[in-house]
């Protein structure tokens, strides 16, 4: 095989569902939300990654490679209808004495049933959530800014995709919750709508 031939092997791209048929129709935030949703790297939650290829045993001065190998999280079908902030139900195993068989253990992240306010909706809401996700609402300051600036694929349950899709239509209606008080109306456009360009 000729060079030329070597290096054009890497030029094909492999298609997806847009390429062909229905899904060149399709509109370009779909297209968009869909690659997100499905083909993006979720945020590492169960475990730290470490960096390079190599690591040196201090003690020893040995030397072994790095193993990124993620933990399989499932989740369950309760998952949709709740906010876990990207957390999710481990499969394991547990040596729970020196003398003992190791016996299989499921880790459950903790679950609390919280209110969260919704400045676009205007709306108060109460939903089952981790204490992740409650940490992720307040570092980005509110539960409408962490639904807007999160990904699909670290929101992962269908709850906060369908309330992040309620806030969009609502910011692109122009508020028509704050009708009746215009100044206010005004006020929660201007701070929401960075996200509609996103």
């Given at each position: ?53 190599w ?9 072994h ?11 369950p ?12 139900v ?6 729970r ?57 670290d ?15 609502e ?6 919750t ?18 509609l360009?996103?």
């Open positions: 095989m000729s060079s030329q031939a070597i290096k054009a092997l890497g030029l094909f791209k492999k298609l997806t569902p847009f390429d062909r048929g229905l899904g060149t129709r399709l509109p370009e935030a779909y297209k968009k939300f869909y690659k997100e949703w499905k083909y993006t790297e979720p945020t590492v939650v169960h475990n730290i990654p470490e960096e390079g290829r690591k040196r045993d201090e003690v020893t001065g040995e030397v490679p790095i193993q990124n190998t993620p933990i399989p999280v499932r989740f079908p309760e998952h949709d209808e709740q906010i876990w902030g990207g957390e999710g481990i499969q394991g195993f547990q040596k004495s020196k003398y003992r068989r190791r016996v299989p253990h499921f880790w459950v992240p903790v679950l609390q049933r919280s209110v969260v306010y919704s400045e676009v909706l205007d709306k108060h809401i109460s939903v089952i959530v981790t204490d992740r996700a409650l940490q992720l609402i307040n570092a980005n300051y509110g539960f409408d800014h962490y639904l807007l600036k999160t990904l699909a694929c929101l992962k349950s269908l709850l906060p995709l369908g309330l992040k899709r309620k806030i969009l239509q910011l692109l209606n122009g508020c028509p704050y009708a009746d008080r215009p100044e206010k109306q005004q006020e929660i456009y201007n701070c929401y709508k960075q996200y360009t996103a």
